[in-house]
């Protein structure tokens, strides 16, 4: 009885493999998988040459366990990297309870509640969660570790690539990813740079719930998803020209953000400013530049002059214009820090990152509190300073001056994030216009293509 219904399953499961691996769906019309066979000494990507990218990923992750246990520490001692002191919050099993099961952060109503059952204060109770949530937080070793990692990566990598890239005549002239496809052979040095990109980028996800959180923390999955099923599909349809480029403009500017972050967990203030501007600039021109008026331009155009569209040409570029977003929404990050350089600020900090809370934050809040005109007393009951506020605004009505145009506060997040949400509006209109022009009209903008001169020979 169940090898008939084992033997359905496999009769379907073929069926639909079949179905997905058509040539009809990624490759353009009269080519296919056929053409992939290797021959005459020639070699060409399988997907079967995928499955060592999971060994790879392992060593990844075994030689950095070793790299940060040695080589970061040794690094971190050279550039001076200290650990802040951090005051650890009293033991307290009514406190403890409630921040593992309930909320790190309890709201007023809560500090209240739990100052009548753990017999404390509530500026105690604030001061303990203040505390206890500091010891959640990474520490700058463990940071600086992090960041060396990839920074050690990074850099390797794109000298690799661009190595192995330098020599290319479609390093120089993009169109020419697109002579011979996809009967593409491939070089040693390509199988390498790709695998070896795949795993660390499988090393990436496996390690996602030991790496330090940050605020993109969901950004950065997508951008890893996006990014591993981008190199994937390019291999196996033997984009591997592009996908290399695409690669290399990657590599390019995020071995200068590590090393930024590294400088800055050191405390060499001078020396993070200047390569985060070194930074933005070259991420800037590789990924809002060059990646979508150059490399994503040859995707999505060009093209068309050789082939009619097809199901793998919308698949490949929509994974790009994924990327594309996600490289807008950092370069919103990276303005974001860039208005630290403004005179009077020493450093700049990862946007992304939590800021650790100090004891002066309770005395920041405190005194924020008594300009609004109320404190808490001990026992955690608002007592309204009322005469404090009459005299406050009398005082202001009577001597305060309306402030000078050229003192008057600007809300400059709100500005960057107009300004990052008029960007995005600006390439998702160009991207809709331009898919909907290739779907009604293909050949639209095209005089005559080399595929219809092709079928006008014929």
Known sequence: ????????????????????????????????????????????????DLWVIFPIAVCFLII???????VAVQLASLLGVREKPRVRAAPNITLESFFCNASKFPS?????????????????????????????????IKKFREASWRFTFYLLAFIAGLGALIDKPWFYDMEEMWNGFPTLPLLPSQYWYYMIELGFYISLLFS????????????????????????????????????????LVHDASDYLLESAKMFNYAGWRKTCNYIFILFA??????????????????????????????????FFNGLLFVLQCLHIFWAGLILRMAIKFLPGNDIVEDERSDREETESDEEDEDHEKM????????????????????????HMDQHQPAPPLSKLEVDVDLGFALFFLVLLCFFLLLTVVRCAQTVVDPYGA??????????ITN
């Not at 359905?8 to 493999?17: F, I, K, P, Q, V």
């Not at 490399?295 to 919308?314: A, M, Q, R, S």
């Not at 095209?446 to 079928?455: D, G, K, N, V």
């Open 281 to 314: 600039a070259v991420f800037i021109l590789t990924r809002l530049v060059i990646l979508p008026f150059w490399i994503i331009h040859t995707t999505w155009v060009y093209p068309l002059t050789l082939y009619p569209p097809f199901f793998g040409f919308y």
């Open 371 to 394: 300009k609004n005109g109320f404190v808490q007393n001990g026992n955690g009951h608002t007592v309204h300073n009322n005469n404090h506020r009459h005299s406050k605004m009398d």
């Open 108 to 140: 007023q109503s809560s500090v209240e509640e739990l100052t009548k059952q753990s017999a404390c204060s509530v500026r105690q109770v604030q001061r303990w969660f203040r505390r206890r949530r500091n010891q959640e937080r990474p520490s700058q």
């Open 208 to 247: 996602v719930a030991t790496d330090i959180k940050r605020k993109d923390f969901k950004e950065q999955i997508v951008h890893h998803v996006a990014t591993i099923l981008l190199i994937s599909f390019s291999w196996l349809v033997n984009y591997i020209r592009a996908g290399t480029l695409i690669m």
């Open 64 to 70: 950095r366990q070793i790299f940060e246990r040695t």
């Open 1 to 48: 009885m169940a090898s008939p219904i084992k033997r359905r399953m496999l009769t379907l499961l073929r069926e639909l493999s079949d179905w997905v691996w058509q040539d009809r769906l990624w490759f353009p019309a009269g080519l296919g998988w056929a053409d992939l066979k290797d021959r005459d000494g020639q070699v060409f990507a399988k997907g079967r």
């Open 446 to 455: 095209i005089s005559i293509s080399t595929y219809q001169e092709e079928q």
